[in-house]
């Protein structure tokens, strides 16, 4: 996404922003978080054992599928013109709709929902993202993603 004058972003509000590249989530990403977070519960690690359950496989941890809006959000969001620092700064709501087998590749929809100026060098977004699964109908998760920038 090009960056943007702040005077232009409330035409921003409302529409789609972009759509971000695929991501493959293999085991070694499953993994690696697993390791990271310290969460190493079956259904993520131990393929054997994942194959009894209904997914059949083992699946990515939601929160892993959570961490990488960032990483999607890269060509995805608005960036204010003469932007210094963008920050996460939450989220009104998250809901985990589909776990994302491994093998799997995801990547994100964002629409811009609101853009307010805080002070003169300072702006506030939410944004509502789609985590969609590659050739899947119901997506990984809908988030309501918030974030500031500063300028």
Do not use: C
């Not at 493959?24 to 054992?49: L, W």
Request: charged share 25%; hydrophobic share 40%; aromatic share 10%.
């Amino acid at each position: 996404m090009p960056t943007v004058k702040t005077d232009d972003v409330q035409n921003y509000v409302g529409k789609a922003t972009g759509t971000s590249d695929w991501i493959m989530i293999d085991q070694e990403r499953i993994d690696k978080f697993a390791d990271v977070t310290e969460d190493h519960q079956f259904i993520h690690v131990n393929p054997e054992a994942a194959k009894m359950t209904p997914f059949g496989t083992t699946v990515a941890h939601g929160f892993l599928s959570l961490s990488l809006l960032s990483k999607l959000a890269e060509e995805s969001v608005l960036i204010l013109d003469g932007v210094k620092m963008g920050v996460n700064y939450g989220f009104e709501k998250v809901r985990f709709i589909n776990p994302v087998k491994s093998g799997k590749r995801v990547r994100g929809h964002f629409t811009l929902m609101s853009a307010d100026q805080k002070i003169p060098s300072q702006w506030s977004f939410k944004y509502a993202v789609k985590v969609e699964i590659e050739d899947e109908e119901k997506p990984a998760l809908m988030a309501e993603w918030l974030s500031m920038q500063f300028a």
